[in-house]
Every structure is written in structure tokens, then in C-alpha cells.
């Protein structure tokens, strides 16, 4: 068994503890089973992997949960070899040659009329779901329930979620470190993406750039290129990553290394205030809803217009449920992650800004878990 699953596998007690928790948000739904889907395609692993420890590393998996009885983790025959199948820590395991019929005859075979599904969203494979959807049961969506059932992190978890942390600052910084006009955008992710997968993260990584002239940013986040960067140019290397133990985390900072506009000034002024407001509504028996509303308001105060959430729960999925904005009641347990990361323009859409910080929901307050300030950075710098 390699180390990384020596080092991070799970208790007992903790395996206990997330059986109990989505059995009992099964039950309040009336399930009969329950069918949760993972995918290689990036940040959409995690829910197998929580439920079974395996970590997909190509293809899709599936983690088959009855009412009653014992889970069963269910792998593509054409990936017998794909993964470490070992690292499950569920005992029943199945490799059929068509994951969605074996499910689905599995599944009448017990009598399940109702039948949740997480992953019916985004993540499920089209040809599984449909051997799925060919039988009598009754399909009920399945995503938010399952998040909001592993919403709240336990301490097992914390100390993954702040391993992770401590490798995408290690990145951030690297940049920072090596950040010279004339070096490619490219280039300077390579930098990031060296120190991820020396650390273990092997594909978790989910980077991006935003890019600005004259000190400032524009609003689209886009892969980098091989162009050559300028010293006046504004640039935000979005870095999201998992550690070893499979939680993701968020985290970056904006470079200006001639400083930043006017514009852009002012929109890091808002930026601040949304995060000292962060650290205070992000608290525990607060609603998602309601610490948006309180953290977004210096944001449309001053007019600007918003172009993504300002966050969402995050765990060893990318991006969880609920997301901390409007429509969304569900109070704040102590220990819940979530991501930080309010996107916003000008009227004009000439300027924008955009960067990440991680949170824990405190029994009192948020508490930021980079310890990193909110500022820009000029690039060169060798330590926060």
C-alpha cells in the first residue's frame, strides 16, 4: 500500500462518522439506496473517494449504498488496473464490465423503488445513468442532500484541509519568487505546478490566470500562454489544489509589480472590507445567505457588478454544496470549509478582481486559514 494512503487513510471512528451522517440524511429522504458517482474530470473525484477511499485516477467509480446493508464500491472492468484498488476501505468491491446494468440489476434485485443519485448533476456517466433510468425506480437528485450531510469537517479532516493549505501557499509563493518580466505565463504556472506534484497532488490541481495591462486585471479567467509577461501588467494566479488526503483548498493573491490603477486600488479597498466582514460572518448558526448578503456589501456599494459567487463550501469535492450566496438557507455548522473568492467588475467590465482564501467557520467567527494578509504583491518577494 503506498504511503499516501498509509498517512491519510482514515479512522474507523471517522468512516463511522460520515456512514452515519449520509445514512441519516438517506433516511430523512426515504431512500432505498443510494448511488454516488466520482470522475476523473477535475475536482469531481472527491465524493467516491470520501466514501471509499479510492482515488480515481482515470475513468469514473461508484460507491453503491443501500438502506440496509453493506456499501459496495463498483469499478469499470476496463480500469481493473487503473488506481489502487487496494486503497478502498469498504470490503465489497465490484469490477463488471458495464457499471450502470450491474448497478441497476443489483439494485431491483434488493426491491429499491427509491433511489438517490449524487453526481446527477454533472458527474455521472450518461451510459451507466441510462441503464439506470431503464428500470422502475423512482430517481431522486441526491447532490445537495449528500453535501450538506458532509458539510461540517472533522478534525481528521481539518488536518488534511490545512496540509493542502500549506502546499498551495508553497505555490503561490514560488511564483511570487519567481515571477521576472520577460518569463512566460506559462511558465510561471509550470512553477506552481512543479511544486504541487512534487508534494503529491498528482493531477488535483485546478490553476488559472487572470490577466491585466497597466496595472489591472480583466475580468476573464483563462488558461496561460507563452506570452511574454510585462512588468506593468497586472496578473492573479488562481491556484486550487488537493493534498495528499484529498481535501481541496483555495488560495491566491494578486501581483502588480508597478502597482495597481486607481480602479483596481479601489476595488482591493472593497476586497478588504469583504474579508474582515468574512471573518466576521462566517460563523456558526449563521446562514450561507446571510453571510453573503453581509460580506458582498461593500462590493455593490460601490456600484460594481458581481460575476461568480462569493464562495461555497469545499471539501474533498472541488466545489460543494451550498454555495455562500442567495437561495441558500442552510446554517453554518462549526467547521465547515468553504471558499472565499468574490468575482467582481467595474459597469464597463474594463477591470476586475478576483482571488482565493480558504475559511474554517468558526464557533465566533470565520478564521482564515492561509494566515496570509489581503494585499497585492509586487512579485520577487520570498515570504508573505
Not at 234 to 258: A, D, T
Not at 325 to 334: Q, R, T
Request: proline share 5%; net charge negative.
Amino acid at each position: 500500500m503506498t504511503d499516501y494512503i498509509n498517512r491519510f487513510r482514515p479512522s474507523q471512528a471517522e468512516i463511522d462518522r460520515r456512514y452515519a451522517n449520509i445514512r441519516a440524511a438517506m433516511e430523512k429522504e426515504g431512500l432505498d439506496a443510494l448511488v454516488v458517482s466520482g470522475s476523473e474530470y477535475t475536482g469531481f473525484e472527491g465524493a467516491v473517494r470520501y466514501m471509499c477511499g479510492f482515488l480515481i485516477l482515470h475513468r469514473y467509480a461508484y460507491v453503491v449504498i443501500p438502506a440496509d446493508g453493506d456499501p459496495v464500491c463498483v469499478f469499470p472492468r476496463e480500469a481493473t488496473w487503473v488506481g489502487d484498488h487496494t486503497a478502498t476501505f469498504i470490503e465489497k468491491r465490484e469490477i463488471p464490465p458495464h457499471c450502470g446494468e450491474w448497478m441497476a440489476d443489483f439494485l431491483q434485485g434488493r426491491g429499491v423503488k427509491r433511489l438517490g443519485i449524487y453526481g446527477l448533476q454533472y458527474i455521472i456517466n450518461v451510459r451507466d445513468y441510462s441503464a439506470l433510468a431503464a428500470k422502475d425506480f423512482e430517481i431522486i437528485d441526491f447532490e445537495i442532500q449528500f453535501d450538506y450531510a458532509r458539510a461540517q469537517k472533522s478534525e481528521e479532516e481539518l488536518a488534511s484541509v490545512r496540509h493542502s493549505m500549506d502546499i498551495n501557499k508553497q505555490g503561490v509563493l514560488d511564483v511570487l519568487r519567481a515571477y521576472e518580466p520577460g518569463k512566460t505565463e506559462a511558465e510561471l504556472m509550470g512553477i506552481a505546478e512543479n511544486t504541487f506534484a512534487a508534494a503529491g497532488c498528482a493531477r488535483n490541481t485546478m490553476d488559472m490566470i487572470q490577466m491585466g495591462p497597466n496595472g489591472s486585471l480583466e475580468p476573464q479567467m483563462v488558461f496561460p500562454s507563452n506570452r511574454p509577461i510585462q512588468d506593468s501588467d497586472g496578473m492573479m494566479y488562481g491556484l486550487e489544489i488537493s493534498g495528499e488526503g484529498g481535501h481541496w483548498v483555495e488560495f491566491s493573491r494578486p501581483v502588480f509589480p508597478q502597482g495597481a490603477d486607481d480602479i483596481t486600488r479601489e476595488m482591493m479597498t472593497a476586497y478588504q472590507e469583504f474579508h474582515e466582514l468574512a471573518k466576521e460572518h462566517m460563523k456558526a448558526g449563521n446562514t450561507a445567505e446571510a453571510a453573503s448578503n453581509a460580506c458582498m456589501k461593500p462590493i455593490f456599494d460601490r456600484g460594481y457588478r458581481s460575476g461568480h459567487v462569493c464562495g461555497h463550501s469545499i471539501g474533498m469535492t472541488m466545489i460543494e454544496m451550498p454555495r455562500i450566496g442567495e437561495g441558500f438557507d442552510f446554517v453554518l455548522p462549526e467547521n465547515m470549509v468553504c471558499s472565499m473568492h468574490p468575482h467582481f467588475m467595474n459597469q464597463e467590465r474594463t477591470h476586475s478582481l478576483y482571488f482565493q482564501e480558504t475559511y474554517r467557520v468558526g464557533k465566533d467567527g470565520g478564521e482564515p486559514l492561509s494566515g496570509v494578509p489581503i494585499k497585492a504583491y509586487q512579485g520577487g518577494e520570498t515570504e508573505f
